[in-house]
Nanobody, 123 residues
């Protein structure tokens, strides 16, 4: 099974940028897509973006579109999330996850998760 490890989180000021990385070791041709989700204290886990391994099709939450960019390196089995124009409300633990079935926008459609990386945006 795929094992996921996120990195790149940290503390940034509003308006700043951050690039998150996810190492997806053990990926197989049956792994269709990867997603990024985030969860703030007291909030539900929410969809951020996803990308398919084969075609590189991308999907974004409306609120992230234009600010966040998801990408992948198939040779390295890494997935990235470039975050620009960060806002305090972006503060959350960010998780990468491997897609299983169902809606790409739903956390329940993913069956493998990383440990998460903290992103804190100060005002």
């Amino acid at each position: 099974q795929v094992q996921l490890v996120e990195s790149g989180g940290g503390l940034v000021q509003a308006g700043g940028s951050l690039r998150l990385s996810c190492a997806a070791s053990g990926r197989t041709p049956r792994d269709y897509a990867m997603g990024w989700f985030r969860q703030a204290p007291g909030k539900e886990r929410e969809f951020v973006a996803s990308i398919t391994w084969n075609g590189g099709s991308t999907f974004y939450a409306t609120s992230m579109k234009g600010r966040f960019t998801i990408s992948r390196d198939n040779a390295k089995n890494w997935v990235y999330l470039q975050m620009n124009s960060l806002k305090p409300e972006d503060t959350a633990v960010y998780y990468c996850a491997s897609y299983y079935s169902g809606s790409l926008y739903s956390p329940s459609s993913y069956n493998h998760w990383g440990q998460g990386t903290q992103v804190t945006v100060s005002s």
